[in-house]
């Protein structure tokens, strides 16, 4: 089996595939990409983020106990579903910032990727909390439409003008997110937060202008909407990753089509690709040659699907034309 993998990092062959019981008759060749963290196939948030999350963080939970507090002091059911949605912002911010913290974590020899994983399970855990908080206020908003209570929408102005400001605050921490995409989703979450915010505005100052005590469950009902059709992606792309579905952004095809074009290679199989955090791919595939593989070859095609498709960490496995009619895992069928 030939191994390509990063020297930079601390646990050498992360990617060496031994669970699949293929026997090796021919020569193990190794490559080495010196290609420091860009053989991740993803770039490293700047350490100075510790302290956006840790400030994302105090200013929404303070914020979100408030809101909560005024919401039932009040009978404000918006202000009450701007506030679970607000605690979604300070578990998604928690979740990243923990997934930046272990993402840190050497490798070990029972976890041999680290701990990257956690990002996905995170991920998940949000999804998963944010709907059962949202069902519990779409719940109430539909006992408040068929019994309306007064609201004072001027709390409702003023506590929600208050959340424009916390949340567009915590919007301009994650602004120069690069290429992390952790970071990034952390700074469109908050951007659209403080949209959010500013809409319980307006409604609540219709409210105070007119009144219409009903606009009050009819606005937590469109605030519930929104955090569903929201949460939604992130449960199914979560649900994904937990499974290891193929990353959607990249072409399974594609990168099948690429590899049959390596000099000397004949035929493939196994291949197998797979998130192993929010942000990194890995990559295991039997290559069928009528000789051994090359340093060569390995570099470039481990430079390729970095580059072409980020795919961080590649694995080859190396078989002559005798022995790959004999390996048990080139029947598609065999997980």
């Not at 701990?115 to 109430?140: D, F, H, K, M, P």
């Not at 100052?205 to 005590?213: H, K, N, Q, R, S």
């Amino acid at each position: 089996m030939a191994h390509s993998h990063d020297p930079s990092s601390a646990h050498g062959h992360e990617g060496q595939n031994t669970a699949h019981g293929c026997g090796h008759d021919h020569d193990h060749d190794h490559d080495h990409d010196h290609h420091g963290h860009h053989g991740h196939g993803h770039v490293h948030a700047p350490a100075s983020f510790g302290a956006a999350f840790a400030w994302g963080i105090g200013l929404n939970l303070v914020y979100v106990i408030a809101e909560a507090t005024w919401g039932v002091t009040s009978h404000a059911l918006a202000l009450l579903a701007d506030a679970g949605h607000n605690l979604s912002d300070v578990m998604a911010l928690g979740a990243a910032w923990l997934a930046h913290t272990l993402s840190k974590r050497a490798p070990s020899a029972e976890f041999t990727y680290g701990l990257r994983r956690s990002s996905i399970l995170a991920a998940l855990g949000n999804a998963v909390a944010l709907l059962l908080i949202t069902g519990g206020i779409v719940w109430e908003s539909v006992l408040r439409l068929i019994a309306p209570a007064p609201v004072p929408g001027g709390t409702v102005m003023a506590v929600a003008g208050l959340g424009i400001l916390v949340n567009g605050a915590t919007t301009l921490l994650f602004a120069r997110g690069g290429g992390d995409l952790n970071i990034r989703g952390a700074f469109l979450h908050m951007l659209a937060d403080t949209v959010m915010s500013a809409g319980v505005v307006i409604a609540g100052g219709i409210i105070f202008y007119t009144g219409w005590a009903r606009l009050d469950p009819i606005m937590g009902l469109v605030l519930s909407c929104a955090i569903v059709a929201s949460t939604w992606s992130l449960l199914r792309d979560s649900l994904d990753m937990a499974l290891d579905r193929v990353p959607r952004t990249i072409d399974r095809a594609g990168v099948e089509a690429y590899l049959r074009t390596l000099p000397g290679v004949q035929d493939l199989h196994d291949l197998h690709i797979w998130p192993i955090s929010t942000t990194e791919t890995a990559l295991t595939v039997h290559l069928v040659r009528a000789t051994p593989a090359d340093d060569m070859l390995l570099g470039d095609a481990t430079e390729a699907l970095r580059t072409r498709f980020g795919i961080g960490h590649p694995t080859f496995q190396i078989e002559t034309l005798s022995y790959a009619a004999r390996c048990v895992l080139a029947d598609a069928s065999v997980p």
